[in-house]
């Protein structure tokens, strides 16, 4: 059973930054596609960004140029960079790993933005 652990949500004001991580139980280059969603109250779940096996990246528009996702295999882990925070970025964001058409989740790690 594949397992994801994030890491790195907290407390942090506007205009800081916050680096997530996303340790996987196995070979991250097994997936097809790694990435993360975030989910704030009341809203649905939101694509951030991701990286495929090629390298590949994709973020959601209004996203680039404040957010980076990498990636170390050697440690099994993905990252999320994440710069000039705003408000509006607060929210629950979640480590998603694709093999073929099958989505595996972590926990979800809390990020608040405060104004």
């Known amino acids: 059973q594949v397992q994801l652990v994030e890491l790195g949500g907290g407390l942090v004001q506007s205009g800081g930054s916050l680096k997530l991580s996303c340790v996987a139980s196995?070979?991250?280059?097994?997936?097809?596609?790694m990435g993360w969603y975030r989910q704030a109250p009341g809203r649905e779940r939101q694509f951030v960004a991701s990286?495929?096996?090629?390298?590949?990246?994709q973020f959601e528009d209004s996203l680039k140029g404040r957010f980076t996702i990498s990636r170390d295999g050697a440690k099994k882990t993905v990252y999320l960079q994440m710069n000039g925070l705003k408000p509006e970025d607060t929210a629950v964001y979640f480590c998603?790993?694709?093999?073929?058409?099958?989505?595996?989740w972590g926990q979800g790690t809390q990020v608040t933005v405060s104004s």
């Open positions: 998603y790993a694709k093999i073929l058409s099958r989505h595996y």
């Open positions: 196995e070979n991250i280059f097994n997936f097809n596609n």
């Open positions: 990286i495929n096996v090629g390298g590949r990246t």
